[in-house]
């Protein structure tokens, strides 16, 4: 099972800064990494597929990079409204797997 | 607009069995793999089983492997969960995920005696 280590665990920013959360695999999952940001309550969405492409929707703030075992999620400037839990989760082998999360909160 | 409603979650005593529904519609059902993912309280997603477009192909996580089935009809645009056998540690909301990226709102199911 690929495992995914996300750091760092809690980000403290203020809204307008810039923020940057990597996603390291255990053995190369080529680009088949995906980004989720949830809220309390919430079901997951759909950020970043493929570990670049943005899903239907998704604000041009948020840009996803990396291939092989090494990612990363940037929010070019935090809206209110990004406070939240980030997830990587990888679809290049069976199980897919997930990060332990990122927790964005207000500084 | 793509909607994907799980229901058929609720309290069951271990070693109970509960068998969940995701109702699909805005979307041509039969052209998506289906999955299943759940989350335990203050826990991480983890992925607990997939269904080829045409049902013939299935995946599961070790962990319910042998306990859970997974099944749909596109005819009726629904994907199932059976669960059999349940567990404390399989406590969780359970989302109904396609591979288009969009989730259900998820269902709970607590195991608890």
């Known amino acids: 099972e690929i495992v995914l280590t996300q750091s760092p665990a809690t980000l403290s920013l203020s809204p307008g800064e810039r923020a940057t959360l990597s996603c390291r695999a255990s053995q190369s999952v080529s680009n088949y990494l995906a980004w989720y940001q949830q809220k309390p309550g919430q079901a997951p969405r759909l950020l970043i597929y493929?570990?670049?492409n943005r899903a239907t929707g998704i604000p041009a703030r948020f840009s996803g990079s990396g291939s092989g075992t090494d990612f990363t999620l940037t929010i070019s400037s935090l809206e209110p409204e990004d406070f939240a839990v980030y997830y990587c989760?990888?679809?290049?082998?069976?199980?897919?797997?997930f990060g332990p999360g990122t927790k964005v909160d207000i500084k | 607009e793509v909607q994907l409603v799980e229901s058929g979650g609720g309290l069951v005593q271990p070693g109970g069995s509960l068998r969940l529904s995701c109702a699909a519609s805005?979307?041509?059902?039969?052209?998506?793999?289906m999955h299943w993912v759940r989350q335990a309280p203050g826990k991480r997603l983890v992925w607990v089983s997939r269904i080829a477009r045409d049902g013939t192909t299935t995946s599961y996580a070790d962990s319910v492997k042998g306990r859970f089935t997974i099944s749909r009809d596109n005819a009726e645009n629904t994907l199932y969960l059976q669960m059999n056998s349940l567990r404390g540690d399989d406590t969780a909301v359970y989302y109904c995920?396609?591979?288009?990226?969009?989730w259900g709102q998820g269902t709970l199911v607590t195991v608890s005696s």
């Open positions: 995920v396609g591979d288009h990226g969009y």
């Open positions: 805005g979307f041509t059902f039969s052209n998506y793999w």
């Open positions: 989760q990888q679809r290049d082998n069976w199980p897919f797997t």
């Open positions: 493929d570990a670049s």
